[in-house]
């Protein structure tokens, strides 16, 4: 546990009452006692210290306090074709450690009706994944998810009002991520759009080309889902980097 994240309501004062799994693992995983420290946040608010001023075998209480706002996030949008559940987990988690803020779970032709029935959609089951994120990567900001069932709509009426730089992966192209990636000093926001493992249909692609998305291919190998979207956030954090640097 590199941050332990809690709720704004469990807060008094400046005191934080703990009890269940997040204080067995202070006690049990930590090992930490009474006068120790730990790093604490806020789930989408600042960060902080958190002093261990009591504590038995089943609760602990800490002196709270919160001097650290969270590191800006990298500006990446996802747009992904809901893959299969147990790689949507995966995503969900991963690409909540690599920064991103906002997630478009769409609809595409080589996506089964039955994925948007998983549990893994559920409201509390894509918290759990996302402050088990966050939790990793010391921020406090949940992500936000948004379900398009269909993809015209989704493609024509919704991209059209999202802010930055559209990036559609695909196989075939002979462009890569660093061919179209926006050569510019000035930091954009990234929509990156990530299809199925067998890519995207015809009608899609030319549907996100209309609304001025750059294609790539991420070359010969066909990736897992999960794989390919983390390899790809990595990827723009390096660009993003060097193009900031340079």
Request: one cysteine or more; aromatic letters at 6%; glycine letters at 8%.
């Amino acid at each position: 546990m590199n941050l332990l994240l809690f709720e704004q309501h469990e807060l008094d004062v400046d005191r934080l009452h703990l009890s269940g799994q997040r204080a067995k693992h202070i006690h049990t995983v930590l090992k930490l006692n009474i006068g120790n420290t730990l790093r604490i946040g806020m789930v989408n608010g600042k960060t902080g210290r958190g002093k261990i001023i009591s504590m038995d075998d089943n609760a602990v209480e800490l002196e709270v306090q919160l001097d650290c706002a969270p590191s800006p996030p990298p500006e990446v949008e996802l747009i992904l074709a809901l893959p299969r559940p147990i790689m949507l987990q995966r995503i969900l988690k991963q690409a909540t450690v690599m920064g991103v803020r906002r997630f478009h779970l769409i609809r595409s032709a080589k996506v089964e009706k039955s994925f948007f029935q998983t549990p893994v959609l559920e409201p509390e089951k894509i918290k759990e994944l996302f402050l088990e994120g966050l939790t990793q990567a010391v921020d406090t900001c949940l992500p936000e998810v948004l379900i398009h069932r269909r993809f015209k709509p989704f493609v024509q009426d919704v991209v059209p009002t999202l802010t930055g730089y559209g990036l559609l992966a695909h196989p075939g192209f002979s462009a890569g991520l660093p061919d179209t990636y926006p050569n510019s000093g000035e930091k954009k926001r990234i929509l990156l759009a990530v299809g199925p493992e067998g890519g995207w249909n015809g009608f899609e692609v030319d549907n996100f080309l209309a609304q001025g998305f750059s294609a790539f291919s991420m070359g010969e190998r066909i990736l897992h889902v999960d794989t390919a979207v983390i390899a790809l956030l990595a990827q723009l954090q390096i660009l993003r980097t060097m193009q900031l640097r340079y």
